[in-house]
């Protein structure tokens, strides 16, 4: 049995060891929105946070994070900026990628309220979206500085 | 003119309305329109329709769209073709996923399948005609209630309104009655000028989904008493398993079963986690397959071998061997490009389930007939009681036109008896995919004294994608998608000729966003380059020289001129670079701007700007996605992709041996819709094409060297730049 704090719930799953925590997520928890694309952490259509820092589920074994805190797509607030700029800048086209975009984006802003162009590439670069939609990713971003700037 | 729908059994109408539900069909005969509602006493319609529309008493309309919504909008952009005919309230219009079935198949192409950027398009006339029938419906409805001339009411709002009376009424409350009226046949259709919704910005209607990580996809769709499977497909082409290690793989817990299919050897179980250790455990053997010594090398060498044979006549137009032997400049040039992968991010999958009485299938598909004839074909169920489920699709771009995956989970859950969930790892994705077809191309130009192009002969090699999945439409061993793009030019040129030589290989090719689009005009418009600076002029006047009797081309050239700044110096040590082509009814044209650093070969896009004339545009903002993200994917192919072959198999296996382009990589693009009144054209494929030729002159413009071979990667550059 692992212990599993995923968007501030607990879980007790019974779970081979070494499994990665992106199974775990979609097949035993049914918190699909982490999506699956390439396995070995190159994409980035994965990423959730553990205790606040951005990690690709499909590389991460399940019993190290065992105590963590996990937030993943189904854990942000409809409401925060950044799913609301999302919205706003109509950024998702397939959408199949966006959740870890947006777990990414997420990060960017907790660690840095104003960034650039260049540190929203900086940030950004490593996480793939077949569709085109990177320069509404960037749009969006800047697009939830603001709203969270306007609302403090 | 009405229709009387009562004696005629053409069709058994399946859908079951509440209210008022209207059904629209393109027929041989033209338009047609019918009164659907369902009910005890509903009337079989005599003629197949393609689209329904539906009004309820709760005041919402529903648009049935048998097409998938891939990203490219197109659920939304078809309901606004409803919305705005029928002067609803767009806070209450909505779409449904409509199952597989006859009424939904394109009204052009025979299908229920979402290509060919066809989904607007092809039914911008019928889905208005719809709304507007119902509006007419609505309207008559309300002034038999309120016994005042039809003339005297008017539609807004989702409301009818007798101004003279102060009195409305909602299309809710109308819909009952006007489900009992005949339907107009010829409903007038709005001025352009009039338009309240086509044209304007809109929400997609499935971003929020997407947002909150709720939309499902395919690989989220879980069954009762469904068990995962995957498939260890062979390393190579024409491999099979000659031995494995069932017990081995049965010995994992959670295995249910280790099954072989005809495309590998499947191994089901409760949980993904345990089936990949199932797979694992196989310990496979494949035999030495058709090709095993196929590579990189050997591809390459197969196609410089095909291009010397001869092949068959795509086009003759003049005497092209007349005008180059007049020619004052005659050139030849080279182009070859590589097989390229779809690297949809969502990986193949599908669910199926095949019981007693009916078959269910859970897909991310582009094509529901493709996929219902599967289920009809392995269940031995007529098509009927194979219901198709539409997902989300992580990605399309063609490949999933393919029914490979859901083959594999038909005869799975028919060899289990219960549901079975296929999900192909990114390596089985890359190493089975149905590629974007390598191509070599040879063309032979010729200048006349004037400087203009006076002779232009082509040879094409590449495989067939035709030949495997529509070869009906291969007629004189031409497969017409391989040579698009150079039998339809969008230059008059005097004298013409094309030759294609059908390539065999062992590589299955297919359906990749513009298909032949995407290929051959990078030859051509290199090509068309190459002309204009052996002939000394400018590759944009050069251009719009032969566009004398295609004014669309004209117009779009122009525009790109005027936005791009084309004739003023650009910022020191940049290139700048054309293209144009039309496709999918579109022209498209693309000025790219781009530095060239000489030691590595690193190139730098900086901006794009892109040109399009798509007729009627009617939701400007998924047109404007659809520019952005074609050009990405044309640029990330020109720039960093290839497929590489090795011991006679697929090598490449992720995304990290097949780069994709990532943000840094990516230019600021501008996209300008020209306003026009020409045919409507698609959207989601034709801002592919310009990419790759644009950016090979820019590069020259740039740093004087020609960029023939695919992709631009620094060693590609460099290798370039030593040869020139």
């Not at chain 2, 005497?319 to 180059?324: C, G, H, I, P, S």
């Not at chain 2, 000025?591 to 650093?597: G, I, K, N, R, T």
């Not at chain 2, 020209?674 to 494929?685: N, P, Q, R, Y």
Request: aromatic fraction near 6%.
């Amino acid at each position: 049995m692992i212990s599993l704090n995923v968007n501030g719930q607990g879980y007790q799953v019974d779970v081979p060891s070494g499994v990665p925590l992106l199974w775990v997520l979609r097949d035993y928890l049914h918190l699909t929105g982490t999506k699956y694309s390439c396995g070995i952490g190159e994409c980035g259509a994965c990423t959730v946070l553990i205790d606040d820092q951005i990690e690709r589920a499909c590389t991460v074994p399940v019993q190290d994070v065992n105590g963590s805190q996990i937030i993943t797509i189904e854990g942000i607030a409809k409401n925060h900026p950044v799913k609301r700029a999302w919205v706003l800048e109509q950024v998702p086209q397939c959408g199949y990628c966006q959740s870890g975009q947006i777990m990414q984006a997420v990060s960017l802003l907790k660690d840095n309220q104003n960034p650039d162009e260049d540190e929203i590439i900086a940030a950004m670069d490593d996480i793939l979206c077949r569709c085109g939609s990177y320069p509404r990713i960037k749009r969006a971003i800047k697009t939830a500085v603001e709203l969270q700037r306007k609302e403090g | 003119m009405h229709s009387n729908l009562s004696r005629r059994t053409f069709l058994k109408y399946t859908v079951t309305g509440v209210g008022l539900t209207i059904a629209a069909g393109l027929t041989p005969i033209g338009l047609r329109l019918a009164n659907a509602t369902g009910g005890e006493d509903k009337q079989p319609l005599d003629f197949k329709p393609n689209a329904f529309i539906e009004i309820h008493p709760d005041n919402t309309v529903t648009v049935l769209v048998g097409q998938t919504e891939l990203g490219q909008g197109s659920h939304t952009g078809l309901a606004m073709l409803v919305a705005e005919e029928l002067e609803a309230d767009w806070k209450l219009v909505g779409v449904r996923q409509a199952p597989a079935a006859e009424e939904f198949k394109d009204p052009f192409m025979k299908m229920q399948i979402t290509g060919g950027s066809t989904s607007i398009r092809h039914r911008y006339d019928l889905l208005r005609k719809a709304g507007a029938a119902a509006r007419e419906m609505l309207i008559q409805a309300a002034a038999m209630t309120w016994e005042v001339p039809t003339a005297e009411c008017m539609a807004a709002d989702s409301r009818v309104i007798h101004k003279k009376s102060d009195r409305n009424m909602t299309y809710g409350e109308l819909s009952l009655k006007a489900a009992e009226l005949m339907v107009p046949q010829d409903p007038a259709l709005k001025k352009a000028s009039l338009f309240k919704i086509i044209g304007t910005h809109r929400e997609r209607f499935d971003i929020p989904a997407k947002v909150e990580g709720t939309a499902t996809f395919g690989i989220d769709i879980t069954v009762p008493d469904m068990c995962i499977a995957v498939v260890a497909h062979p390393p190579g082409y024409g491999m099979k398993a000659e031995s494995y290690d069932s017990a081995a793989a049965k010995k994992v817990r959670g295995v249910l079963a280790v099954h072989p299919i005809e495309s590998g050897v499947a191994v089901c179980a409760e949980t993904l986690n345990a089936a990949f250790d199932g797979r694992d455990a196989l310990n496979i053997k494949w035999s030495s397959g058709s090709h095993p010594n196929l590579d990189d090398k050997t591809v390459e060498k197969l196609y410089y071998e095909a291009i010397k044979k001869p092949g068959a006549v795509a086009r003759n137009d003049g005497d092209v061997n007349l005008a180059l032997g007049q020619a004052s400049t005659q050139h030849e040039a080279t182009y070859f490009l590589p097989y390229l992968a779809h690297a949809t991010m969502e990986p193949m999958n599908c669910t199926a389930y095949i019981a007693k009485d009916r078959c269910q299938i859970w897909a991310p598909t582009q094509t529901q007939t493709g996929v219902q004839a599967a289920g009809a074909t392995i269940s031995g169920l007529p098509p009927e009681k194979v219901d198709v489920i539409t997902t989300y699709c992580g990605g399309g771009f063609g490949r999933r036109t393919e029914t490979l995956v859901v083959v594999e989970a038909l005869q799975l859950s028919k060899a289990l008896g219960r549901p079975v969930k296929v999900i192909w790892t990114r390596e089985e994705d890359f190493k089975n995919d149905f590629f974007r077809p390598g191509i070599l191309c040879r063309i032979k130009g010729g200048l006349d004294a004037e400087g203009r192009l006076s002779a232009w002969s082509h040879k094409v090699a590449s495989s067939s994608i035709m030949s495997r999945v529509f070869p009906q439409f291969v007629k004189d061993k031409i497969d017409p998608s391989a040579v698009e793009g150079i039998t339809d030019m969008d230059y008059s040129i005097p004298n013409v000729y094309a030759e294609y030589v059908m390539l065999e290989m062992p590589i299955p090719v297919g359906f990749w966003r513009s298909v032949g689009n995407s290929s051959n005009p990078f030859a051509v418009e290199s090509f068309i380059d190459e002309m204009a600076h052996l002939g000394r002029k400018d590759p944009l006047e050069f251009r719009l020289g032969m566009l004398k009797s295609n004014a669309r081309g004209r117009r779009v050239v122009e525009m790109l001129a005027e936005k791009s700044a084309w004739g003023k110096p650009i910022k020191k040590g940049q290139g700048r670079g054309m293209a144009l082509r039309t496709s999918f009814g579109s022209t498209v044209g693309h000025v790219v701007e781009v530095s060239v650093d000489k030691t590595s070969g690193q190139i730098t896009v900086h901006r794009i700007i892109c040109v399009l004339d798509c007729g009627p545009a009617v939701y400007p903002d998924a047109i404007r996605a659809q520019m952005e993200g074609g050009v990405i994917f044309g640029l990330s192919a020109a720039l960093k992709e290839k497929v590489r072959f090795s011991k006679g198999g697929v090598l490449t296996a992720n995304y990290d041996d097949y780069p994709i382009l990532t943000m840094s990589e990516t230019p600021e693009i501008e996209v300008h819709i020209v306003k026009s009144d020409e045919k409507i054209g698609g959207v989601g494929e034709p801002g592919v094409p310009p990419v790759a030729p644009a950016l090979g002159n820019a590069i020259f413009d740039a740093i004087g060297v020609r960029i023939r071979h695919l992709p631009m990667t620094p060693e590609n550059v460099l290798s370039a730049i030593k040869r020139a």
